[in-house]
């Protein structure tokens, strides 16, 4: 798939202060998270029919790749250490750590993930917001009751007859339409 010219300083800018302009923190600080009801939860819950889930989640990756030049590491801690149990009974534990904004690694950015211009989605001022011990506001945890509501899976590489989308091409209004 061809790549669209990249945006100007000047463009994205303007693109940012229109869309800015439809942001919402709503009541919760959740921004579009805040947007979903219990009435819409219980609605897209008698959607469903059938059980089949469909995860967002990628595999902890802990091999160099080619696209994954910074793998996680992981650890078995226990057993492993060679210490046997006192008791009889042990439990392994693992230990991971991760560049979570990898290529190959899936997770959800929290609304204090982008700043710009020194400020946060709603315009909160960075420096007021965050520290080495996390964000005092716009945290991913605000969506730690998880996230329902109605989706639509669409196979975008299908559309253009492949089995998967190269590294690097987007996806367009036009191919989610034709989706």
Not at 5 to 22: I, P, W
Not at 102 to 113: E, F, Q, R
Not at 133 to 160: F, K, N, Q, T
Request: glycine share 10%; aromatic share 4%; charged share 25%.
């Amino acid at each position: 798939m061809p790549m669209p010219d990249e945006l100007s300083e000047a463009e994205f800018r303007s693109l940012y202060r229109r869309l800015r302009g439809t942001a919402s923190l709503g009541g919760r600080r959740r921004g579009a998270l805040d947007t979903i009801t219990e009435e819409q939860v219980l609605a897209a819950v008698r959607e469903v029919r059938s059980g089949r889930t469909v995860s967002l989640a990628a595999p902890v990756e802990t091999r160099t790749e080619p696209d994954d030049a910074d793998p996680a590491e992981h650890r078995l801690t226990a057993p492993a250490d060679g210490e046997p149990a006192p008791e009889g009974l042990d439990f392994a534990r693992d230990r991971f750590a991760m560049n979570i904004h990898g290529d190959v690694d899936s997770h959800l950015d929290a609304l204090c993930h982008v700043i710009y211009d020194g400020t946060l989605h709603g315009g909160i001022p960075a420096a007021d917001a965050l520290s080495p011990e996390g964000a005092s506001v716009l945290s991913v945890e605000l969506a730690r009751d998880g996230i329902v509501g109605r989706g639509v899976l669409l196979d975008i590489p299908r559309v253009h007859g492949l089995s998967w989308l190269e590294p690097g091409s987007n996806v367009t209004a036009e191919d989610l339409s034709a989706a």
